[in-house]
């Protein structure tokens, strides 16, 4: 094979193999091709998606808030009981001092 041929040759599988790439471009774009309808309902989807993300942003606020208020009160009971049994133990020292007070002077 001379050198024309060859040159001629490579030119020929050069052009075959972009024909093919070309041919398989087209065809991968033609079968991969979204429609309008498509797209308008990925729209609808990422807007329900934006939408469903701020309720549950919403929703984890309150909670949050929520939590915050509860354990505030949790809080308020707990010290009022602890308030609460104080007063109680000392009413009840109270009485039982008051008790053995009123049965010694009824003893005398």
Same mark, same amino acid.
């Given at each position: 094979?001379?050198?024309?041929?060859?040159?001629?040759?490579?030119?020929?599988?050069?052009?075959?193999?972009?024909?093919?790439?070309?041919?398989?471009?087209?065809?991968?774009?033609?079968? =991969?091709?979204?429609?309008?309808?498509?797209?308008?309902?990925? @729209?609808?989807?990422?807007? &329900?998606?934006? $939408? /469903? %993300? !701020?309720?549950?942003?919403?929703?984890?606020?309150?909670?949050?808030?929520?939590?915050?208020?509860?354990?505030?009160?949790? =809080?308020?009971?707990?010290?009022?009981?602890?308030?609460?049994? @104080?007063?109680?133990?000392? &009413?009840?020292? $109270? /009485? %039982? !001092?008051?008790?053995?007070?009123?049965?010694?002077?009824?003893?005398?």
């Amino acid at each position: 094979m001379n050198r024309t041929e060859i040159i001629t040759a490579i030119a020929i599988i050069l052009f075959v193999a972009f024909v093919l790439g070309w041919f398989a471009h087209w065809l991968l774009h033609r079968f =991969t091709r979204v429609s309008q309808a498509d797209l308008g309902e990925l @729209d609808n989807m990422a807007q &329900a998606l934006h $939408e /469903a %993300e !701020e309720t549950r942003d919403q929703a984890i606020t309150y909670l949050q808030q929520r939590e915050a208020e509860m354990t505030n009160q949790l =809080t308020q009971t707990e010290a009022e009981l602890s308030a609460a049994m @104080d007063g109680l133990r000392a &009413a009840r020292q $109270e /009485a %039982e !001092e008051l008790r053995a007070y009123v049965e010694k002077i009824n003893r005398d």
